[in-house]
């Protein structure tokens, strides 16, 4: 029985999806890296884009950005994101 990425993606692909896919599937693994409060926004261009509601959250996740970007990429199984771009709505 053949993976559900042999299937799946070439499908996603036909219908130009393949970049929003990929961008939700990199949202959802931010949004489990830890208990930091912060909302994943969007990802694009090798920049995952979030969201913090306090400028505590904020310091505390430019801290440990690296930590971050090294979670998501192990997720993934590939080097995707590069940068983190934080916006601080307080």
Same mark, same amino acid.
């Given at each position: 029985?053949?993976?559900?990425?042999?299937? @799946?993606?070439?499908? @996603?692909?036909?219908?130009? @999806?393949?970049?929003?896919?990929?961008?939700? *599937?990199?949202?959802?693994?931010?949004?489990?890296?830890?208990?930091?409060?912060?909302?994943?926004?969007?990802?694009?261009?090798?920049? @995952?884009?979030?969201?913090?509601? =306090?400028?505590?959250?904020? =310091? +505390?996740? *430019?801290?440990? +950005?690296?930590?971050?970007?090294?979670?998501?990429?192990?997720?993934?199984?590939?080097?995707?994101?590069?940068?983190?771009?934080?916006?601080?709505?307080?």
């Amino acid at each position: 029985m053949d993976k559900i990425d042999k299937i @799946l993606i070439p499908a @996603l692909a036909k219908r130009g @999806l393949v970049g929003a896919a990929t961008s939700a *599937q990199i949202c959802f693994y931010a949004s489990k890296w830890t208990k930091i409060r912060f909302n994943p926004v969007s990802f694009t261009g090798g920049i @995952l884009k979030v969201s913090c509601t =306090s400028c505590a959250a904020a =310091s +505390e996740l *430019q801290m440990r +950005e690296d930590e971050l970007i090294d979670f998501v990429n192990e997720k993934a199984k590939r080097d995707i994101v590069k940068k983190l771009r934080i916006y601080n709505y307080s």
